[in-house]
């Protein structure tokens, strides 16, 4: 039983005591029935009334109740359809009054919600109105009167954002452009004479509109004044290389260009106009030294024949180059005539630039070449000789690969000029091929030249004997008379500084020759002088050739008690390798036996 059924029961026994009591007071009292009857009556009707209105005031509270929750729903549906969310179900069998208070708390959440989107979008439209009015664009497209939806939120969000990015974005690129203008303008002395440089220029940054109309025209006024700013510097720099050019040809003093040194830097009106000042004065001076000026620019015309290798026939084409009447019109031809080779040459730079390193690769393999057909190199000193062989081999390998780049480099260019590449009068491949064949006939000349000549040697020899090269005596040092010299045991003193010392036994005494290689230009000849035979006098001479030795004996003129025979050793021929060396040096001890017979001349220093 619920505890309101239990006091409903309460009260009806506490009505039933309370008229009980009210029977037992009027009984005491003495109160008539009739009375007692108008009296309970009376409670009656008092009780009936109480219980009337209370029964009517729940009555209205269930109305209440009732309505409130028919508002409820009208109102929340009204708010799920303006949020876009699904409409609320009550779950569950709920009372009226429970349905009324979840409903009305339902409502107030909702009506949270939207009064929260409400102001999320009152102040993102705003800043969209700010963003959008600064970059001079559209605002996002939103009613504001309906309820947004989250998803509207979040695109209107992510509109704005972007919106901040690019004001930015755009915000930088104007400071950036600003102040390369400001400097442009500074470097040209421009002043604003438009509203839009004024703009730009004199208003705050922040009250310019950063609309793609501005931003281009911003740009496109950057690059008018960089424009005029690089014809300037290009201006004064052609101004500059005149006047250089001028100075080198008048000669002009380093004192004197000193005074204009200020001038070489900036692009500045009053630096241009300076600078086309001193063009005037050095023109002018130009035409009163006409001659000195035709000769300067005459050998910088020679120096670009050079670097364009002309042949004499191009350079001769150019007539007044050879003229001797100086005049302004030789001056202009001659002015004509270096724009024309400066033009040429820098035209294909690259090609003239490559040729020039092959003639310095060839003229270098030329060198080793010579240097190998040098003996003379075979008395190196600190490993010469094997730098020069690793140089001829990065050379060999390097010179024939600089002539194939070449070569591809002059195809291209003649396919697409439509004429032929020439070097000094020449196609350069047929310049190149020549220049090897006059190698190779050089070469073989060169081989003819020295088997000729070690043949007519080989034949003098076999006539003569070989003519043997005794090195250059050591002076006797005067200083030192208390040095002797001891030879087959017999002590000589050192008389004067200008004798001669002579054996014991009335011979000459010659020193024994180191065996060394000549200097470079002389034959590599390696000989040893018997140092016991007496010298024949200069009029004994002739008549020693006909002593011959035979068979170990000797007919005249010698010392039996000596013991070493001459010998001469001959490189005949130039050797332009070490095996070239080895091989003629292999002959020449060959060939020995023929001079040991036939030389039996005695030697005397």
């Known amino acids: 039983m619920r505890r309101s059924e239990v006091l409903a029961e309460e009260s009806v026994v506490c009505l039933q005591k309370a008229l009980i009591d009210l029977r037992e007071i009027w009984e005491v009292i003495g109160i008539p029935e009739d009375q007692r009857l108008q009296r309970t009556e009376v409670v009656k009707k008092h009780i009936q009334d109480l219980l009337d209105r209370m029964i009517a005031e729940e009555e209205s509270l269930k109305e209440r109740l009732i309505k409130s929750i028919s508002v409820c729903q009208k109102e929340l549906n009204t708010l799920c ?9 009550e779950e569950g069998d709920v009372t009226i009054l429970q ?13 949270k919600q939207k009064k929260d989107r409400k102001q999320e979008l009152k102040l993102l439209q705003e800043q969209d109105q700010e963003l959008c009015e600064i970059l001079c664009m559209s605002p996002f497209d939103i009613d504001s009167t309906l309820v947004p939806s989250l998803e509207d939120l979040n695109q209107l969000r992510k509109h704005v954002a972007t919106l901040r990015e690019t004001k930015d974005a755009r915000r930088e690129e104007f400071v950036n452009i600003k102040r390369q203008i400001i400097l442009c303008m500074e470097e040209l002395e421009h002043t604003p004479d438009t509203s839009f440089e004024r703009d730009v220029v004199c208003e705050e940054e922040d009250a310019f509109c950063l609309s793609l109309e501005n931003i281009a025209t911003l740009q496109k006024l950057l690059q008018q004044l960089e424009m005029r700013k690089s014809q300037n510097e290009a201006l004064c720099e052609g101004l500059r290389a005149q006047i250089h050019e001028l100075w080198d040809r008048l000669q002009i003093p380093e004192e004197e260009r000193e005074t204009v040194a200020t001038l070489m830097t900036g692009s500045k009106a009053k630096v241009r106009k300076a600078l086309q000042l001193e063009v005037d004065r050095l023109e002018e001076l130009k035409m009163q030294n006409l001659k000195k ?4 620019i005459r050998a910088e015309v020679a120096q670009y024949w050079d670097q364009c290798f002309y042949s004499p026939e191009q350079r001769q084409a150019f007539a007044p180059y050879y003229a001797d009447d100086f005049t302004e019109n030789l001056l202009q031809q001659h002015d004509a005539e270096i724009v024309r080779l400066k033009t040429y040459y820098e035209a294909h730079k690259e090609l ?5 390193k092959w003639e310095e690769s060839w003229r270098l393999f030329l060198e080793f070449e010579r240097k190998a057909s040098d003996p003379s190199r075979f ?20 010179l024939p690969k600089l002539e194939e780049e070449l070569k591809a480099q002059i195809e291209a260019w003649e396919q697409a000029h439509s004429q032929s590449f020439v070097v000094n009068g020449k196609n350069f491949l047929a310049y190149v091929a020549e220049q090897w064949e006059a190698h190779q006939l050089e070469k073989e000349r060169a081989k003819q030249e020295r088997q000729l000549k070690n043949k007519k040697q080989t034949e003098t020899e076999m006539l003569y004997g070989s003519a043997p090269r005794t090195p250059k005596r050591r002076g006797l040092t005067p200083n030192t008379p208390g040095k002797v010299r001891k030879l087959n045991t017999t002590t000589m003193s050192n008389a004067t500084a200008n004798s001669s010392l002579r054996p014991v036994f009335g011979g000459t005494m010659y020193r024994s020759p180191m065996s060394r290689l000549p200097p470079s230009g002389s034959k590599p000849v390696l000989s040893s002088t018997c140092s016991g035979k007496k010298t024949p006098r200069a009029g004994r001479r002739g008549a020693n050739k006909e002593n011959v030795e035979l068979n170990g004996s000797f007919l005249s003129g010698g ?3 000596s013991a070493p025979l ?9 050797a332009s390798t070490y095996s070239e060396f080895a091989r003629e040096l292999s002959k020449a001890s060959k060939s020995d036996a023929t ?9 005397q220093s």
Do not use: C, W
């Open 81 to 89: 359809s303006e949020l876009h969310v699904e409409p609320f179900q």
């Open 99 to 111: 349905l009324e208070k979840d409903l009305r708390t339902q409502v107030e959440l909702m009506r």
């Open 293 to 296: 000026v035709i000769e300067a």
């Open 352 to 356: 003239f630039e490559g040729v020039h």
């Open 379 to 398: 008395t190196n000193r600190g490993g010469n000789l094997l730098k020069e062989e690793k140089q001829r081999a990065k050379l060999q390998k390097t």
């Open 559 to 561: 010392y039996p008690g």
């Open 566 to 574: 001459q010998r001469n050793f001959s490189v005949n021929s130039v």
């Open 595 to 603: 001079s040991r017979i036939l030389n039996s001349t005695n030697i």
